[in-house]
């Protein structure tokens, strides 16, 4: 991922409501969740809840498709790692992280 796609995705994401749709698809998996799903779970508005999708959607971490007269969308797991790739890729001094291994930020010396 590059810089400018890490800073759209960051962006889409930096908003209350997008935060909690893009959490709630990635919970459901790649099988996603009508829109009118999302909407009543999360208590938001159809017309607002069209635009969070549009924003995630343009930041390329939701997918959507058809199902019948339904839209599924469902979280894009490649941008998200990509995201997260970018994130912690100098991570520990580029040595590999994982979730149980903490980085420790350096310690300073008190004069």
Not at 32 to 52: D, N, R, T, V, W
Request: overall charge neutral; aromatic content about 6%; proline content about 4%.
């Amino acid at each position: 991922m590059q810089t400018k796609e890490t800073i759209s995705a960051l962006a889409a994401l930096a908003q209350e409501h997008r935060l909690a749709v893009f959490r709630m698809l990635m919970q459901v998996g790649p099988e996603g969740m009508a829109a009118s799903k999302i909407a009543e779970q999360l208590a938001i508005s159809p017309s607002a809840l069209s635009f969070h999708l549009k924003e995630l959607s343009h930041a390329q971490l939701v997918t959507s498709r058809h199902e019948g007269r339904f839209v599924i969308y469902s979280a894009n797991f490649e941008t998200m790692n990509g995201l997260v790739g970018f994130l912690t890729e100098n991570c520990c001094g580029g040595n590999v992280c994982s979730p149980s291994v903490a980085c420790s930020p350096a310690e300073k010396t008190v004069a």
